[in-house]
């Protein structure tokens, strides 16, 4: 039996996948006390009446509508403060739905707007679904709205996401050039336990029930298929509570031998500041070149540039470096140890046949295996001469780039040379990431997108099969859904499906 804890699935009420619940999504109040004047959030774009609203306990310093509700929701235009506060609030939130992702695309010029629905309880205005509005330009004139990964709402409750997509059309038809909409919710449509499917979503069908009355369409396209698709498929472990320990012992085999090398000699992890992301660009270029991994485009890299230079503390680029010199020391000086050791035995084997006796066995198989040792530290020393004079004294063994989201760690993108892995250095990169993640509290160890082809010929079977190893689960969501804004002209100029 695998020693590994599964991701809980979430009560009905949550929006969220397979991770742990903490409580259902959250509402933000905006103004305390009675409403005068304009909102603070904008202009109302839609108002609805006399809704179900749910009860839960609310978090600490946040309060959630309930039997107290005294007004219409309405649909509004968010100040990016609001916004802020509604999405740190929030349970799993992916970083494309971020303030930091909307402050670096808008210094890109992208244009970006928050937008949410706003219910009126007991005289506070309170923010129950939000998300960030990316248009992108079509055919010069007009325009797509993305969602990735959102909108941020109770998917549970039928009667919010009705509303909201609807009035986001209503919204959208204000300016012509919108053709659509385009989004990938996190609500799941599996859970699963490792790569098999154990219990269906039921939430998962009354979206797409609503989907349905709104002329939503499920777009049959994965992200391998087009660049503006977003993954469906994840694969997440849930370290929910756990110190470093707790996932050593979790992991298998393989990651504990690569967490188990940190401290070798001359190799270390450092992490890159923006104006080094080349080096990271050239090891994906590297891996994408003799695998089947997509390559990283230009402007992408550029993006994940300008966000760590504007949020340093949210994007980790960590890679794994080979001193050679310095491993060559190491190696030298273990086999030192080994060889004095091994003379040592011989000298008592010889003392001991002298005087007619045997050496014991537990001392001749420490001596074989001391040999044995021996010939491994010669073949490596051996081998990191050979790149040594091929590639230098200082070799960039493998990197990495990961986002920091609310309660999440994300794994986005990886690299590495395959003639350097007996070194172990995306292994360790990885120890210092879960080392970073359970020191902060983080939830999930999300590894991200896979094909959600389980099978040993798909195209990313090497890379599960690497992600297996640390004993998660596969998240499969609802995937990407257009809702037409002009629907004749959407299709005329394919922007649907």
């Not at 059309?169 to 499917?197: C, G, M, Q």
């Not at 395959?418 to 020191?439: C, D, N, P, V």
Request: aromatic share 10%; glycine share 8%.
């Amino acid at each position: 039996m695998r020693n590994r804890r599964p991701l809980p699935k979430p009560p009905i009420q949550l929006l969220v996948s397979t991770a742990r619940p903490k409580g259902p999504s959250q509402a933000i109040t905006l103004t305390t006390g009675q409403r005068t004047g304009a909102p603070t959030t904008g202009p109302t774009i839609g108002t609805l009446h006399h809704r179900p609203t749910a009860h839960a306990a609310p978090r600490e310093g946040h309060d959630l509508p309930g039997a107290g509700h005294n007004g219409p929701m309405r649909f509004t235009r968010l100040s990016q403060s609001a916004y802020a506060r509604f999405i740190y609030s929030q349970e799993r939130v992916l970083f494309p739905q971020l303030p930091g992702y909307a402050e670096e695309r808008r210094s890109e010029g992208a244009e970006i707007l928050e937008v949410g629905v706003v219910d009126d309880v007991d005289g506070e205005e309170k923010i129950v679904a939000a998300a960030l509005l990316r248009y992108q330009p079509w055919m010069k004139v007009f325009k797509r709205i993305n969602i990735a990964y959102g909108p941020i709402m109770d998917y549970s409750n039928r009667d919010l996401v009705r509303f909201f997509f609807s009035e986001l059309r209503t919204f959208a038809k204000k300016d012509r050039s919108v053709l659509s909409i385009r989004f990938n919710p996190l609500v799941a449509e599996k859970f699963y336990d490792d790569i098999t499917p154990v219990e269906h979503n039921p939430v998962a069908d009354t979206f797409k029930a609503t989907m349905s009355e709104l002329g939503g369409i499920n777009v049959q396209k994965e992200f391998y298929d087009s660049a503006d698709i977003q993954a469906r498929f994840f694969y997440t472990k849930n370290i929910a509570g756990m110190s470093f320990d707790d996932v050593m012992k979790s992991v298998g085999q393989v990651v504990r031998t690569g967490f188990n090398r940190v401290g070798t000699p001359g190799v270390t992890i450092r992490f890159l500041e923006a104006d080094e992301f080349d080096v990271l660009e050239e090891i994906l270029d590297h891996t994408s070149d003799r695998s089947e991994m997509q390559k990283i485009s230009a402007n992408a890299m550029e993006f994940y540039k300008g966000l760590k230079r504007a949020k340093p503390e949210k994007v980790f680029a960590p890679v794994a470096t080979l001193n050679c010199d310095d491993y060559l020391a190491g190696v030298e000086s273990e086999a030192q140890e080994l060889r004095t050791k091994v003379r040592g035995v011989d000298e008592q084997e010889a003392m001991l046949q002298a005087e007619g006796k045997n050496l014991a066995k537990k001392q001749r198989t420490a001596r074989n295996e001391a040999n044995n040792r021996l010939k491994v530290l010669e073949r490596r020393a051996d081998e990191t001469r050979k790149h040594q004079a091929e590639a230098g004294n200082e070799i960039v063994l493998a990197g990495s780039l990961f986002i920091t989201c609310p309660n999440e760690l994300v794994y986005l993108l990886s690299g590495s040379y395959r003639e350097y892995q007996s070194y172990y250095g995306i292994y360790l990169i990885h120890r210092a990431m879960f080392e970073w993640a359970t020191e902060n509290g983080m939830d999930r160890y999300n590894t991200f997108g896979i094909t959600g082809i389980f099978t040993d010929d798909a195209s990313d079977a090497g890379v599960l099969h690497f992600k297996r190893q640390f004993k998660g689960d596969v998240e499969e969501f609802v995937g990407t859904w257009d809702i037409p804004v002009r629907p004749r002209r959407a299709q005329l100029l394919r922007t649907l499906g």
